[in-house]
Nanobody, 124 residues
Framework: QVQLVESGGGLVQAGGSLRLSCAAS????????MGWFRQSPGKEREFVAL???????YYADSVKGRFIISRDNAKNTVYLQMNSLKSEDTAVYYC??????????????????WGQGTQVTVSS
């Protein structure tokens, strides 16, 4: 099982930027697809971005063009660069690992390991 620890959340003004990091330990990080999800108060957790083992990237329409997901396999870390932040981006952000190397999925149910989450608050 892989352990995931997010960092980099905080308070930022609308239009600003933040970079989230997710450090992985245990498991085989380089073969996992890694995803970012978020959950706002009163809402279900939703997909934000995914990077496959081959570094293919996928984004929710709501963040496309503003967020960039990347990975550094040497550091066992995945990043989420968030630009042009909006108040509706306020949420707890979670990173997750899909252990099945053969697939690329954005479905929450396919991710077997989750971090504890980091709060991002965007003030308008």
């Amino acid at each position: 099982q892989v352990q995931l620890v997010e960092s980099g959340g905080g308070l930022v003004q609308a239009g600003g930027s933040l970079r989230l990091s997710c450090a992985a330990s245990g498991g085989s990080f380089s073969v996992y697809s890694m995803g970012w999800f978020r959950q706002s108060p009163g809402k279900e957790r939703e997909f934000v971005a995914l990077i496959s083992r081959s570094s293919g990237t996928y984004y929710a329409d709501s963040v496309k063009g503003r967020f960039i997901i990347s990975r550094d396999n040497a550091k066992n870390t995945v990043y989420l660069q968030m630009n042009s932040l909006k108040s509706e981006d306020t949420a707890v952000y979670y990173c997750a690992a899909d252990h099945m190397a053969w697939r690329t999925s954005t479905r929450e149910v396919d991710f077997g390991s989750w971090g504890q989450g980091t709060q991002v608050t965007v003030s308008s």
